[in-house]
């Protein structure tokens, strides 16, 4: 599915990549880092589902996450658009 035809709204958790400035030995770089997102769901391929924060005038959107399938966890809908 690429676009929903009613833009649904989920929480999406998922494993986000990160770094440090400074190499420090003692922090665990593989600890997995868990984030939350939720959002509307604007676009769902195989490859990414995009989440945006705001539905604007005209129906434009804002604030938009692109989370690659590969880290994606959970995919919960909490509802659907009428």
């Given at each position: 599915?690429?676009?929903?035809?009613?833009?649904?709204?989920?929480?999406?958790?998922?494993?986000?990549?990160?770094?440090?400035?400074?190499?420090?030995?003692?922090?665990?770089?593989?600890?997995?880092?868990?984030?939350?997102?939720?959002?509307?769901?604007?676009?769902?391929?195989?490859?990414?589902?995009?989440?945006?924060?705001?539905?604007?005038p005209g129906?434009?959107?804002?604030?938009?996450?692109?989370i690659p399938?590969?880290?994606?966890?959970?995919?919960e809908i909490?509802?659907?658009?009428?």
């Open positions: 599915m690429t676009r929903p035809a009613a833009p649904v709204l989920a929480i999406v958790a998922w494993d986000d990549a990160w770094s440090t400035l400074d190499h420090d030995a003692t922090v665990d770089t593989d600890a997995p880092y868990r984030v939350t997102t939720v959002g509307w769901i604007v676009r769902d391929t195989p490859r990414a589902i995009v989440l945006a924060a705001e539905r604007l129906g434009a959107w804002r604030g938009i996450t692109r399938r590969a880290i994606v966890l959970r995919v909490i509802s659907h658009r009428k």
